[in-house]
Structures are given as structure tokens and as C-alpha cells.
């Protein structure tokens, strides 16, 4: 079974930073995919920012030059700086966990965090 757990949601006015932070627990392939979605009220889960355990990244263009990803292996953690924060950052944040098992896509999500820009 595998758990990730969010930390680092909060509010902060526009032009702010925030990083959050996800811890992975369980077992699970060493090659994966660690990333971060989002949530805002009435819209669909976007992706925000992904990682792969080599070292890839991947941004949505409304954050790039805005918000860095970053994963430390041997602690099993995945962060997400936000800088230059705006208002329609506002979102639940979710951190996720893609692997492959034995042709099985698996898929794993924390809880959310609260991440809320005032502007």
C-alpha cells in the first residue's frame, strides 16, 4: 500500500511563495512518476508539475518560470516551489505517484492541500 502525504498548503497574498511538500511511504517501483495537480472549484484536475525519478520535468505553461519541482530519492519526497504566486493558483494541491507494475499503470493520490492566493 502506498501513502503520500501533502504538507505546506496555506494562504498567501498575490506576488507570495509557498512550497509544498509530499512524502511517498509503501512499496512502489524506484522508477516512477511524482508530481503535483491541481484542483480549483467547478473545474476539471489539471497537471501543475511532474518529475520523473530520472530527473525530467514537465510543467503546464501557466506556471513555467513560476513554480520549480524537485524530488529527493533517497527520502522519497517530491516539493513544489511557488513563487510569483496569483490568484488563479488557488487550487486543492494534489501530489501523485505513476508507476508501472507488471504492465498494471498504477496511480496513487494524496488527500490535498489548500493552497489559496488573495489578491
Known amino acids: 500500500q502506498v501513502h503520500l502525504a501533502e504538507s505546506g498548503g496555506g494562504l498567501v497574498q498575490a506576488g507570495g511563495s509557498l512550497r509544498l511538500s509530499c512524502a511517498a511511504s509503501?512499496?512502489?517501483?524506484?522508477?516512477?512518476?511524482m508530481g503535483w495537480y491541481r484542483q480549483a472549484p467547478g473545474k476539471e484536475r489539471e497537471l501543475v508539475a511532474s518529475?520523473?525519478?530520472?530527473?525530467?520535468?514537465n510543467y503546464a505553461d501557466s506556471v513555467k518560470g513560476r513554480f520549480t519541482i524537485s524530488r529527493d530519492n533517497a527520502k522519497n519526497t517530491v516539493s513544489l516551489q511557488m513563487n510569483s504566486l496569483k490568484p488563479e493558483d488557488t487550487a486543492v494541491y494534489y501530489c501523485?505517484?505513476?508507476?508501472?507494475?507488471?504492465?498494471?499503470?498504477?496511480?496513487?493520490w494524496g488527500q490535498g492541500t489548500q493552497v489559496t492566493v488573495s489578491s
Open positions: 501523485n505517484l505513476l508507476y508501472n507494475s507488471w504492465g498494471i499503470v498504477q496511480n496513487y
Open positions: 509503501g512499496s512502489y517501483s524506484r522508477v516512477n512518476v
Open positions: 518529475i520523473t525519478s530520472g530527473g525530467s520535468t
